[in-house]
């Protein structure tokens, strides 16, 4: 195989390759270097029998981030407060995503889900993503994971039924959320503590992520009243800081906020929608989680 048909072969399926890695991993620099392990295993080895490279790459894929997933969690365990994905751009603008992107574009991909996937063992997180995010079949998941299919469907129906039981339940509107998140910042620029608690649900969740390296609330901040009253006082502190500005942009599917500070992204926010009301906030600001953003 000429050296140009395999670096050819393996651009075709690097979307579908990331996307597999990031569900997994939720952090796109682990994702990316699970994708460069496994280029340089895919120009190493002997592709003589390789009938179906996709299917090839994504097994090698898939073991490569079951194996960093299980070294991460153990990571996690020590995390400074709450953990959540590291956001993913996945605004292409006016450009028509082909198959293998609109695949990463997926609702597996929102923060929601990925943070319960977070819940899941690294068998029951592959299985999942393979069957639930790309429609393998068992029988190939079983090779992938080198596992009996009875084993995988067993898998994937625990893995399932976790996820259903804790996914929230999001409005998929942009257009609706973006609304919706405007009307939220002006009401915090604004210091209009009423206004922002009439669009906040009596049980909204702010979780924020810092990892310990930048301020944000160390446990999930819960209530109207709470999360209304952190999020008004937390506008006024930001009032006072010069050269500080904010744009939208899509992550993860779906509309966000960054903030950014002297030119450089300081934190980016996205809301949870549903019944018009703000069900989340999620809140990133660990540094490292915004390098690829920048």
Do not use: C
Request: aromatic share 6%; net charge negative; hydrophobic share 45%.
């Amino acid at each position: 195989m000429a050296t140009d048909t395999v670096i050819d072969l393996f651009e075709e399926h690097r979307p579908v390759l990331m996307g597999v890695a990031y569900r997994m991993l939720g952090r796109v620099a682990d994702a990316e270097d699970v994708v460069q392990d496994a280029w340089l295993r895919w120009s190493q080895a002997d592709r003589a029998d390789v009938r179906e490279p996709r299917a090839y790459l994504v097994r090698i894929t898939t073991r490569l981030a079951v194996d960093r997933l299980r070294q991460a969690q153990s990571r996690r365990e020590s995390y400074v407060g709450p953990w959540l994905p590291e956001p993913l751009v996945t605004d292409f603008g006016p450009r028509v995503p082909d198959t293998a992107e609109q695949a990463v574009l997926a609702d597996s991909v929102s923060l929601a889900v990925l943070v319960v996937l977070e819940s899941l063992s690294p068998l029951e997180r592959a299985v999942f993503v393979l069957r639930e995010a790309f429609g393998l079949p068992f029988a190939e998941i079983a090779t992938t994971l080198e596992r009996g299919e009875a084993a995988v469907r067993q898998l994937a129906a625990r893995a399932r039924k976790h996820v259903e039981e804790r996914r929230p339940r999001f409005d998929v509107d942009p257009a609706q959320q973006r609304d919706l998140t405007e009307r939220f910042l002006a009401a915090a620029a604004d210091g209009d503590l009423e206004g922002l608690m009439k669009m906040l649900a009596p049980d909204v969740a702010l979780v924020g992520d810092s990892g310990g390296k930048s301020k944000a609330p160390v446990r999930v901040i819960e209530s109207a009243d709470k999360v209304g009253r952190f999020v008004h006082g937390a506008a006024r502190q930001g009032a006072g800081q010069a050269d500080t500005s904010y744009r939208f942009l899509e992550l993860n599917g779906a509309p966000a906020v960054a903030f950014l500070v002297g030119g450089k992204i300081d934190a980016v926010i996205q809301l949870g929608v549903a019944d018009g009301k703000i069900q989340q906030v999620y809140i990133v600001r660990n540094p490292d989680k915004l390098q690829s953003l920048l």
